[in-house]
């Protein structure tokens, strides 16, 4: 990030197999998906992420809230609202570009059991006509799950592309009750045939820190 940044890692153990999380006291630097394996549990046998709750004092502030936001993620999501978001320091974010509003929009307006397709985002934040732009933010996304660029569809509902693979995005949309659906409108109303996500889901988390 810079050389003020004292960085730290840690890995957990999740559904799809191995996080690293990483930042410093300033904020979360990244979430990186290290199992890259087909993910072998359900959205109800999603195991505990308990390796770095035992541990706080080795972490910084932001690592402690990403550990206690991913645990609930996976396991209560009806309890986000409730829980602050880490704060995000990445270069990323300090930026002024059409990523860093994008990638914004989405925490602030796609929730948990919906879903958007890359031309509605482009709308969204505020350029109809940059949808394949929206897909290079996506690639760009430091903090996945976080930054739900998963919840970003085609627009006639297939489930386009990941960095983590496509098994892993249909795992994430799945746990979210949202796989093989129609996108959603963020803001408004659901349209005819869509549905939250069966196990709720947070209406209006606080968007994280910009450092």
């Known amino acids: 990030m810079d050389g003020a940044c004292e960085t730290r890692y840690r890995t957990v153990d999740s559904p799809l197999g191995k996080i690293e999380i990483s930042g410093c006291e300033r904020g979360l630097h990244e979430i990186r998906l290290r199992g890259r394996k087909t993910p072998d ?7 505990t992420l308990p390796e770095l709750l035992v541990h706080p004092e080795e972490m910084t502030e932001p690592l402690v809230q990403c550990v206690a936001w991913l645990d609930a993620y996976f396991h209560e999501p009806e309890v ?3 829980l602050p978001l880490p704060a ?22 796609v929730k948990f059991g919906d879903t958007v397709s890359y031309q509605q985002l482009a709308a ?15 690639r760009s996304n430091p903090v996945p799950i976080l930054i739900p660029c998963h919840r970003v ?5 297939a489930v386009g592309n990941y960095s983590g693979g496509l098994a892993t995005k249909e795992w994430l949309l799945a746990h979210e009750g949202r796989l093989a659906e129609k996108p959603t409108y963020p ?7 869509t549905r ?6 947070p209406s209006s988390p606080q968007p994280a820190g910009r450092d």
């Open 124 to 138: 969204l934040a505020g350029n109809p006509r940059a949808a394949q732009a929206v897909g290079g933010a996506m």
């Open 187 to 193: 803001g408004g109303a659901h349209p005819a045939g």
């Open 80 to 82: 986000l609202p409730g």
């Open 196 to 201: 939250r996500g069966a196990r709720g889901g």
């Open 88 to 109: 995000i320091h990445h270069p990323i974010f300090q930026r002024d570009s059409f990523t860093a509003q994008v990638l914004w929009k989405l925490l602030e307006a």
């Open 41 to 47: 549990a359900g959205p109800q046998e999603a195991p």
């Open 153 to 157: 569809v085609c627009s006639s509902g």
